[in-house]
């Protein structure tokens, strides 16, 4: 039987390939149909989205087979790489996409999938286009699946110190994030069946937190129009730096949460 959809409030806005992780492993473990796990690991948005290149329905049969599987998210940015398995090209194309998702066999890296995501359309009728790339991995084993437990305190005193800077942040991570608001390569999904909700919680607040920082961070780096910049805040230097610096310190806790959380509970 297909299960209820859950409400908005309690969707995981996430990186397409942490959906695809948890649902996979939800098939995996046996909590999930094949059918609803793929239709919950393509999630939810308000454009049309077509997944192209590696199948995903023959994709997640293959995984399932695989002994002692684990699904490791990696959010890499230039400089912080860690958890990806190479080969040079599957680096390249992650970096690009700022996403994979590394899977292993019996602690040994077995590949890569990277989404490449294009938006394709004319203005107010657009759809977007997710193309899946495999690239096998060198034979070598990986470190452990890092505990969710490890990301938690990390990620907690970041929000403790934004909460008691001076600097106005003006975030709201308890809130949910509209469909219209996620970018081309998240999607909003589920929290699979079998997920312990404390973890849930954290994925949920770690992800929105993710998204706000990353928004706001990129709102700084934006010119404003003359209309626009006459009527915000006056700010000195030193301001605008401690607003950054809070803000970078906020995304990356948050990053290694989401890739923490994902990668704990997406693991077989």
């Given at each position: 039987m297909?299960?209820?959809?859950a ?9 397409r390939v ?6 996979t492993?939800?098939y ?25 290149g590696?199948?995903?329905f023959?994709?997640?049969t ?6 002692l ?14 958890g ?8 390249a ?5 700022e996403?994979?998702?590394?899977v292993?066999?019996a ?5 890569t999938?990277?989404p490449?995501v294009e ?10 286009v997710?193309?899946w ?5 060198p034979?070598r ?6 505990s ?9 005193g970041a ?5 008691d ?7 709201v991570?308890d ?8 970018p081309d390569?998240w999607t909003?999904?589920?929290a699979p ?6 973890r849930?919680h954290?994925l ?8 706000l ?12 129009p003359?209309?626009?910049a006459s009527?915000a805040?006056?700010?000195s ?16 806790a948050?990053?290694e949460?989401?890739?923490d959380?994902a ?6």
């Amino acid at each position: 039987m297909t299960p209820a959809p859950a409400p908005a409030r309690d969707l995981l806005p996430v990186p397409r390939v942490v959906a695809l992780a948890l649902w996979t492993a939800a098939y995996a473990r046996g909590d999930a149909a094949p059918d609803d796990a793929l239709d919950r690991a393509r999630g939810l948005g308000h454009r049309h989205v077509e997944h192209l290149g590696v199948d995903l329905f023959d994709w997640m049969t293959r995984v399932r087979g695989l002994p002692l599987v684990a699904l490791r998210p990696v959010l890499p940015v230039p400089g912080r790489i860690a958890g990806l398995a190479g080969p040079p090209p599957a680096v390249a194309a992650a970096l690009a996409a700022e996403q994979a998702l590394v899977v292993s066999a019996a602690s040994f890296a077995e590949h890569t999938l990277v989404p490449a995501v294009e938006v394709i359309g004319s203005e107010g009728a657009e759809g977007i286009v997710v193309r899946w790339t495999e690239f096998e991995a060198p034979h070598r084993e990986l470190p452990p699946v890092a505990s969710a437990s490890h990301a938690r305190p990390a990620f907690l005193g970041a929000l403790r110190r934004a909460a008691d800077s001076t600097v106005d942040l003006d975030l709201v991570p308890d809130e949910p994030i509209a469909e219209a608001f996620l970018p081309d390569d998240w999607t909003l999904t589920a929290a699979p069946p079998g997920l312990d909700e404390g973890r849930v919680h954290l994925l949920r607040l770690a992800a929105r937190t993710l998204l706000l920082t990353g928004a706001e961070l990129d709102a700084l780096d934006d010119p404003l129009p003359p209309a626009a910049a006459s009527a915000a805040p006056v700010r000195s230097l030193t301001e605008d730096a401690a607003r950054v610096a809070l803000l970078r310190d906020l995304r990356d806790a948050a990053r290694e949460a989401v890739v923490d959380v994902a990668g704990a509970a997406a693991t077989v």
